[in-house]
């Protein structure tokens, strides 16, 4: 069984993950923290509990975490894809929650549960990478109890908010670049050009909301999410970045990897945030110059078909909720 903490900015696409998490039986879902992202923390964080809510699984506790990048904020902070409430316009059709966030902020549950921990966690982190950064800065000496991190984020050859950038890194270039290129922490980075391949179209939707009442409500949440990727991508469809990551956090080797030297741009350019991965043969890399940074699984591939159909099974109610 796979013990996880998702690190998140709930987002509809964070939604889905959240639920295949919460209704597997095969995960032990120990924590969920919040973080800034496709919208601000007060509203990331009310919507993971709501989230929850929805699962049955208010015994899962939730945490706030950073309301903003480590070093320099960023002039736009909202992703528009996700609508003004994080979910599509539609938080409302989830029930309200029951409980507030933990005291201790995010990286002290993260922290916590760690400690707590006897064997190995799994961390998954689907927002920007400002929680995973500080956590790993102020409790080095939990990093042995970090099985791997699973990492939405990224792009190889073209980015979603600007040319050369995804979302998540560029919310926090300086944060990304403390996880995955000076930190020695097993990572697996999943990027945007293979959950862009993943997306699911308006038939997967409708099975999903015929899954059960958490389906339905998830499929309420995505209209906005829906029109937004179908004039992105040129068909009815959406891309669920996030649960891609968390099929592979849950199961390891669902998604083929590549190990490559990765850094992250932090300059002010146009390509602030880009990730750059080195795809050479190792023996040109050998030769010429070489990225300073850790070697990190970056994910490239996967059976598609298969994937979409183990994402709408894992939001089938196996639990008892």
């Known amino acids: 069984m796979t013990r996880l903490i998702i690190d998140t900015d709930p ?50 506790p939730v945490a706030a975490g950073a309301a903003m990048p480590l070093v320099h904020p960023q002039k736009r902070r909202d992703s528009t894809a996700h609508g003004d409430d994080g979910l599509s316009g539609h938080a409302d059709v989830l029930p309200e ?6 005291a201790g902020g995010a990286v002290g549950l993260m922290a916590s549960l760690l400690e707590q921990s006897e064997e190995p966690v799994t961390i998954a982190p689907i927002g920007p990478l400002t929680n995973i950064a500080v956590l790993l800065a102020a409790y080095p000496h939990l990093k042995p109890k970090i099985e791997r991190l699973v990492i939405m984020g990224g792009a190889l ?15 926090d270039p300086e944060a990304a670049r403390r996880v995955l290129v000076e930190e020695d922490v097993p990572s697996v980075l999943v990027p945007m050009d293979l959950t862009y ?18 389906g339905e409500a998830l499929r309420a949440l995505t209209p906005d999410y829906v029109r ?3 004039g992105a991508l040129g068909w009815p469809c959406m891309v669920v970045h996030d649960a891609v990551a968390i099929v592979e956090a849950i199961t390891p080797g669902t998604l083929a990897t590549e190990s490559l030297p990765v850094d992250i741009e932090c300059s002010f350019g146009p390509s602030r945030g880009a990730v750059i991965a080195d795809r050479r043969r190792q023996a040109q890399i050998d030769d010429t110059v070489a990225l300073d940074g ?15 159909a183990v994402l709408l099974d894992g939001i089938t109610e196996k639990r008892e909720i």
């Open 11 to 60: 987002g509809v696409d964070d939604a889905i993950a959240i639920a295949i998490a919460a209704l597997s039986p095969d995960t032990d879902l120990l924590g969920v923290t919040t973080v800034y992202g496709n919208v601000g923390l007060a509203k990331t964080t009310r919507n993971a509990l709501r989230l929850l809510e929805l699962c049955g699984r208010d015994d899962v």
């Open 228 to 230: 937004h990727y179908t």
């Open 157 to 171: 050859e073209g980015g979603n908010v600007s040319a050369r950038a995804e979302f998540n890194v560029w919310s």
């Open 197 to 214: 391949r993943c997306a699911v179209d308006t038939a997967w939707l409708e099975r999903l909301a015929a899954s059960g009442h958490v």
């Open 97 to 102: 929650p029951s409980r507030d966030a933990v």
């Open 294 to 308: 850790n070697r990190v699984d970056v994910a490239v591939d996967t059976d598609i078909d298969q994937l979409r």
